[in-house]
T-cell receptor
């Protein structure tokens, strides 16, 4: 059973489009995260939700909007995609707000052309 | 944010112990040290974490110096599947939450 799953695995789209990435975890965790890993392989946190409440919101363009319909799901919507948005996006989950042992999904490779 | 410094790359022979060092000289007294690894094209995987005392689990051991300014991750019997980028991370406290700040990591290659 996949603990943290993401869809789609690959996403190729043109500049200016709007796209969404979905994440689901079946671990019963109450906290979920979105990370971005750029071409230089730096992994940086973007957002975190605890029980559907936004608790971490890093300096991210407001074209990026996370949505958590319930504590098992955290989706990422991106408006007006730009070339610089090309990266691998990872979802993760953990129990509690303390960023304890996090379980990561397989990643979504977004390519903006 | 507390910063960590790791060697860019390391090599280790299969079957030997791999010792990965990390410097975190600006760490605060209540900040934890975490280790994750990322095998090519996969999501990062949690390995171990600690505050002051040495820790051991089924994957690795973590040795933290008494002044807490550095630590070493030990993989006791490295296998080819341990080839990965290893991240040493200091957990950073925010208002009402904590976050992990990933650095560049050490690319560990296990050689047959």
């Amino acid at each position: 059973d996949t603990a943290v799953s993401q869809t789609p695995k690959y996403l190729v789209t043109q500049m200016g489009n709007d796209k969404s990435i979905k994440c689901e975890q079946n671990l019963g965790h109450d906290t979920m995260y979105w990370y971005k890993q750029d071409s230089k392989k730096f992994l940086k946190i973007m957002f975190s939700y605890n029980n559907k409440e936004l608790i971490i919101n890093e300096t991210v363009p407001n074209r990026f909007s996370p949505k958590s319909p319930d504590k098992a799901h955290l989706n990422l919507h991106i408006n007006s995609l730009e070339l610089g948005d090309s990266a691998v996006y990872f979802c993760a989950s953990s129990q509690g707000r303390q960023a304890n042992e996090q379980y990561f999904g397989p990643g979504t490779r977004l390519t903006v052309t | 944010d507390a910063k960590t410094t790791q060697p860019t790359s390391m090599d280790c022979a299969e079957g030997r112990a791999a010792n990965l060092p990390c410097n975190h000289s600006t760490i605060s007294g209540n900040e934890y040290v975490y280790w994750y690894r990322q095998i090519h094209s996969q999501g990062p995987q949690y390995i171990i974490h600690g505050l002051k005392n040495n820790e051991t689990n089924e994957m690795a051991s973590l040795i933290i110096t008494e002044d807490r300014k550095s630590s070493t991750l030990i993989l006791p019997h490295a296998t080819l599947r341990d080839t990965a980028v290893y991240y040493c991370i200091v957990r950073v406290a925010l208002k009402g939450a904590q976050k992990l700040v990933f650095g560049q990591g050490t690319r560990l290659t296990i050689n047959p």
